[in-house]
T-cell receptor, first 114, second 115 residues
Framework: GEDVEQSLFLSVREGDSSVINCTYT??????LYWYKQEPGAGLQLLTY?????DMKQDQRLTVLLNKKDKHLSLRIADTQTGDSAIYFC??????????????FGTGTQLKVEL | GAGVSQSPSNKVTEKGKDVELRCDPI?????LYWYRQSLGQGLEFLIY????????KSGLPSDRFSAERTGGSVSTLTIQRTQQEDSAVYLC?????????????FGPGTRLTVL
């Protein structure tokens, strides 16, 4: 079945790097996503990675994908207070067919301390 | 509009009442999704519309839940005879084509509280 797991909470100091981890179970996943949710707001797509890639970098964000271990991570360099939010990883399993129905993790709440 | 909008932003209702939640997708987006975000349970897929195709209703938790999308644009999610376990944030998203890798843009959600 489809299951995506994340740790619930992460606290870092401003300026440090944050690493948010995610594990998934569906090896047929085609795309894996990271979304950010700030209080009272909807989900904002941060980045995504196609399953045939193992790394993607976008400014302060680095996504690492280990398909063998079904492990996805999001590294935020030079974490700022504005990065405080809940981060969700999500997968699009191949077996869902057409469309882009996503399976989300439970979210990791990132708290950035001064 | 600039983004996906949802109304109302908050809804408090009594157990047993029916509620309707509305979603206005980004203009021109052919795909529309409803998700539910319950406390401690992450986001759960409910239903997906793509153009004129029959919707994918595989995520609806019971027959008390239904949704429609009129004219390929606005969508309404209806919950009949609400129960306390229906309390959650209901999120709507739209995407341009609904194909793999297509970015989903989310609205701010409707927070439903069933007393």
């Amino acid at each position: 079945g489809e299951d995506v797991e994340q740790s619930l909470f992460l606290s870092v100091r401003e300026g440090d790097s944050s690493v948010i981890n995610c594990t998934y179970t569906d090896s047929s996943s085609t795309y894996l996503y990271w979304y950010k949710q700030e209080p009272g707001a909807g989900l904002q797509l941060l980045t995504y990675i196609f399953s045939n890639m193992d790394m993607k970098q976008d400014q302060r964000l680095t996504v690492l994908l280990n398909k063998k271990d079904k492990h996805l991570s999001l590294r935020i360099a030079d974490t700022q207070t504005g990065d405080s939010a809940i981060y969700f990883c999500a997968e699009k399993p191949r077996l869902t067919g057409g469309g882009n129905k996503l399976t989300f993790g439970t979210g990791t709440q990132l708290k950035v301390e001064l | 509009g600039a983004g996906v909008s949802q109304s109302p932003s908050n809804k408090v209702t009594e157990k047993g009442k029916d509620v309707e939640l509305r979603c206005d997708p980004i203009s021109g987006h052919t795909a529309l999704y409803w998700y539910r975000q319950s406390l401690g349970q992450g986001l759960e897929f409910l239903i997906y519309f793509q153009g004129n195709s029959a919707p994918d209703k595989s995520g609806l938790p019971s027959d008390r839940f239904s949704a429609e999308r009129t004219g390929g644009s606005v969508s309404t999610l209806t919950i009949q005879r609400t129960q306390q376990e229906d309390s959650a944030v209901y999120l709507c998203a739209s995407s341009l084509t609904g194909t793999s890798g297509d970015t989903q843009y989310f609205g701010p959600g409707t927070r439903l509280t069933v007393l």
